[in-house]
Structures are given as structure tokens and as C-alpha cells.
């Protein structure tokens, strides 16, 4: 079964830092295409950044330059550090791995940016 857990969101203010995290477990993960995606209250989710099995790496226009996607194959973790935060980051942040014939997705966790 597979199961992916995200961690790291919490309260920052503008221009802080924070570092997310998601562990995923039941994949062979270094296998496996990593996206993180992000929901604001009354908006759609949309995709934030995203990193290949050969650590290809994609990022939104929004966020690029602040934010970097990194992954641990070890220790079947990816990381979306965050810096220069924005009241506009402000969301449920969701991690989704994806790979031959399956996509799964993390409960979320939350990023609230105070002006």
C-alpha cells in the first residue's frame, strides 16, 4: 500500500523559510516522478515543482527561484525548501509520486505566510 506523509508546513512570516518534507513508503521511490502541488482556500490545486527518477526538476514560474525540490532516495524522502515566502504561499501544500501505472498523493500539510 502505498502511503506518502508530508511534514514541515506551520505559521512564518513573509520573507521566512520553511523546509517541507514527504516520506513515502510501499514504492521502490527512487523509481518514482515526485511532484508537489498546492491548494489556497477557493482555488485549484496547482502544481509547485517536480523532480524525476534521474532528478530532472521542473518548477512553477511562481515560485521559481525561491523554492528548491530536492530528494533522498535512502531514505525515501523529497524536500521542497522554501525561502522568500509570500502571503501569497499561503496553502495546503500535497505531495504525489507517480510511476508505472499509479499516482498517489499525501494528505497535505499547511503553509500559512503573515504579511
Known amino acids: 500500500q502505498v502511503q506518502l506523509v508530508e511534514s514541515g508546513g506551520g505559521l512564518v512570516q513573509a520573507g521566512g523559510s520553511l523546509r517541507l518534507s514527504c516520506v513515502a513508503s510501499g514504492i521502490i521511490f527512487s523509481m518514482n516522478h515526485i511532484d508537489w502541488y498546492r491548494q489556497a482556500p477557493g482555488k485549484q490545486r496547482e502544481f509547485v515543482a517536480a523532480i524525476t527518477s534521474s532528478g530532472y526538476i521542473s518548477y512553477s514560474n511562481s515560485v521559481k527561484g525561491r523554492f528548491a525540490i530536492t530528494r533522498d532516495n535512502a531514505k525515501n524522502t523529497a524536500y521542497l525548501q522554501m525561502n522568500s515566502l509570500k502571503p501569497e504561499d499561503t496553502a495546503i501544500y500535497y505531495c504525489?509520486?507517480?510511476?508505472?501505472?499509479?499516482?498517489?498523493w499525501g494528505r497535505g500539510t499547511q503553509v500559512t505566510v503573515s504579511s
Open positions: 504525489k509520486a507517480s510511476g508505472s501505472g499509479f499516482s498517489s
